[in-house]
C-alpha cells in the first residue's frame, strides 16, 4: 500500500502494465496491481481484484510504481460499469489530503452502493423516472428576484465562481435559485442541491415538483435498498438530472455536474462530526472548483466565514432585502425573565402567554421552541441529590414519557442523547435507596407540551422533535396538518425552525433564548444568533404580522441586541472583529486532536507522548491535552488537544509530521478535525 493521486491523462493500460488500484478500506492507500491479458483499462475504471484471500472491487487511479511487476497480482475483472469520472477522483484524494483521512476512507464514501456497482443479475434494473422539464415557466419575479436569477444564469454559463445568495426568511432564495436550475437543466448538465436536513423537506420538494413538473432524485440515510441503488446509478450515468441530498450526496459520481447550491449555508449539521469529518459546504466549495462549475451558497445568515469571503472578494453576493409579496419580518421582543418569573414548574412568563392566548383567539398559529428532546433534561433524588447520569458517557440521562407521536404512554424512559443507552426510571435511587424519590429538573418539549395542554386546554397542539417524527413521511405529515391548520400550537425542537412555509403562523415563542450561549464556543453567538433568527423568521410569512417572543436572562447580551435591532451587519462586523483579534478561523486555523480508548491510564500516555512532541513554531500553538467536555462518550475516555496556527502555516503537514512519529496501539484512536465546530 502506498499513495499516488488521481491521474489527468486519460491513459490507456495495457496487458502487463502496473497500476495503482484504490480500495475502499478505511485505511488504505493504493495498492499495485497487474493489467491482466486481454485486459484495457483505463483511470477511474471500477476494477475487482485480489485482496488477501478475498476478493474487493476499487477503482483505477494511475499508472502504479513501488513494487516489482512480478510480485503484483492481475486484475481479475474490469466491472460494467461507468467509471468514475475525474473531478469525482480528484475530489476524493483532495478531501483525504484536507482532512487526513486514508484516500480509501473518502472511496469508500463514494463507493457506498456496493450493489449498485457490482449488482447481481436481478439488480441490474433501474425503475425510469420521469424528469425535470426546464421549459415549465417559473413565478413571475420581482425586480430584486429577477436580478439575482440573471446574475445566477449567467453564472450557469461560466466556469468555477462562488455565489453567495443572501436574503430575509421569505424572501423568495429558493425560487431565485430555481432558474439557476432550469439553466443547467436547458444545458444538459446535472444540478446538487445540498440542504441541511433533507428527511424534513417535503414541502421543498413538493415545490421543486410543482416549478419542474417531476420530483428530484433525492440522497440521505432514509432511502431504501433499490432507492439507493437507482439514484447512485443514475447519477453515474448522467440520467439523474437534479439531486438534494444531504452532505454524502457531495460524493455521488455526478458524470456531468453543472452547478452546486448549499441552502442554509450556515447550518451546523453540513459538519460530519464522525468517520471522515469534514465540512460539506465547504468541500462543495473544493467540488465545484474541481468541476470547474459555479456553486450558490444560500442563507438569510449567511456563516461569517462565507461573509469574510464575501468581503475578501473571493465570493460574490446577490441579495434580496426584502419579503416577498410585502410580508414584513416578524417583530421582535425580548421577555426580560428577571423581571417575568414564571411560576414553579412552569416555563411561560405572562407575556408570551398573553401573546399565544391572542394569536389563538383570532384563530391564527403559534410555535413555541425549546432546543431540547424529551421531558426533562436531569432526573435526581431528592432525598440524596444524586443525578442519573449514563454509564457510558459523562452525560445526564434525559427523561422521557412519551411515546412515538406524542402519544402520552406514561411509562418513563431515561435516554443518554450522546450514546443511545436507555434504562426505565430505577424504583429506588441507586446512591441513598430511597423509594420513588426522583424529582425532574428542567423542561424538554414534552414537559414544555404539558404545560400547554394545562393552560390552553381548547389548543389543538403537536410536538415535532427528532423523537415524534421518524422519517420524511411522518414530518411531511406533520407540516401538512399544520398547514392544513389543523394544529393550532406547534412544540418543537430546532427542526422546526428549518425552511417550513407556516402562512397562518402569527407567533414565535422562544421558551429559552439563551440555551445555545450556555457552551460559550468560538461560534456559539453567532450560532444563536442564526437559530433564534431562523426560528423567528417563520412568523408572519404571509398576509399576517408575525411576532417572536425571546424569553432570556440576558436581555443585553450582544446576540440579543442584535435579534431585536435587526442589525445583523453590524452583529457580525463586532464577531469578525473579535475573531481577527484572537486569530481565530477564518483568520488563523484551527485542528483537533481526540485521542480517546477504553482505559483512561493508557489514552493519558499517548496524549503525554503527543505533547512530549508537539510540534512548536512562531505561529503554531498547541493547547492540551485536557479531558474533553465529554470526557467518556459510549464508553472511551477522551483528551483533546488544539492545534491553533497562522493562516499561512500548512497544518495538515504539521499534523503529519506530528503524528508520523506515534504508533497508537490498536485500542486507542486518534481523530483529527481540521476546522473543529464541536468542542465537546
Ligand atoms: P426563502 O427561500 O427566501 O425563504 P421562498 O423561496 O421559500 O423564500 O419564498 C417564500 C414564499 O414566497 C414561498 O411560498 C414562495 O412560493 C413565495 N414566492 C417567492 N417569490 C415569489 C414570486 N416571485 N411570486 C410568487 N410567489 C413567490
Ligand atoms: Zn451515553
Redesign the pocket.
Known sequence: MHTATANCQAAEFLPGDRLAVLLPLPLAGVYDYLVGNGQRLAAGDFVRVQLGRGQAIGVVWSAGGTIEADKCRPVIERLDQVPLPLPSRRFIDWVAAYTLAAPGAVLRMAMSVRSAIDPKPRQRRAAPCPLPDWRRPG????AD?AVAAAALRRAVGGGFTVTLLE?V???????VYFEAVAEVLARGRQVLVLLPEISLSAQWLA?FAARFGAPPREWHSDLTDKARRDTWRAVAEGAAKVVVGARSALFLPFRDLGLIVVDEEHDASFKQEDGVIYHARDMAVVRARLGAIPIALVS?TPSLETRTNVEAGRYRRLH?PTR??GAKLPSLQLIDMRRHGTARQSWLSQPLIDALTDALAAGEQAMLFLNRRGYAPLTLCRACGHRLKCPHCTAWLVSHRSGPLGGGSATERLRCHHCGYSSPLPAACPECRAADSFAACGPGVERLAEEVAARFPDARTAVMTSDTISGPRAAADLVDRMVRHEIDLLIGTQIVAK?H?FPLLTVVGVVDADLGLAGGDLRAAERTYQLLWQVAGRAG?AAHAGHALLQTYQPEDKVMEALVSGDADRFFAAETEDRRAAGMPPFGRLAALIVSGPEATAVDRLAAELARRAPRGADIEVFGPVAAPLAVLRGRHRRRFLLKTARTVPVQSVLRRWLDQIRPPSSLRLQVDIDPYSFL
Open positions: 413565478l413571475a419575479l420581482s428576484q436574503g426568511t421569505g424572501s423568495g432564495k429558493t425560487e415545490r438569510a434580496l416577498h409579496g425552511g412555509h410569512r
